[in-house]
Nanobody, 123 residues
Framework: QVQLVEPGGGLVQPGGSLRLSCAAS????????MGWYRQAPGKQRELVAA???????DYADSAKGRFTISRDNAKNTVYLQMTSLKLEDPAVYYC?????????????????WGQGTQVTVSS
């Protein structure tokens, strides 16, 4: 099994910055894409940013120029540096990862989610 743990989140003023992190653990053989999604009340979960094992990134239009996704492959950790936070950014932010895990000596594909962390933007 794969677990994604996301400490962080919190309250920040408009224009402020916040860094989220997410660490994957388990009998991991490899992690392909790691990403961040968010879900605001009454809205569908949406992609914020994603990064492949090779470092290729993809951002939602709302995140471009303000958010930066990065990862530390040695630590199986993905980060989301958020700057210039706006009043429309508050949501529960979820980490995601997919790849291959070893279960009983067999390689299996996984696609896992973190438990989510609340980001609040308020003055």
């Amino acid at each position: 099994q794969v677990q994604l743990v996301e400490p962080g989140g919190g309250l920040v003023q408009p224009g402020g910055s916040l860094r989220l992190s997410c660490a994957a653990s388990g009998t991991l053989a490899s992690i392909n894409t790691m990403g961040w999604y968010r879900q605001a009340p009454g809205k569908q979960r949406e992609l914020v940013a994603a990064i492949t094992s090779g470092g290729t990134t993809d951002y939602a239009d709302s995140a471009k120029g303000r958010f930066t996704i990065s990862r530390d492959n040695a630590k199986n950790t993905v980060y989301l540096q958020m700057t210039s936070l706006k009043l429309e950014d508050p949501a529960v932010y979820y980490c995601s990862a997919n790849g291959v895990v070893v279960i009983r000596d067999l390689l299996q594909y996984f696609n896992s989610w973190g438990q989510g962390t609340q980001v609040t933007v308020s003055s």
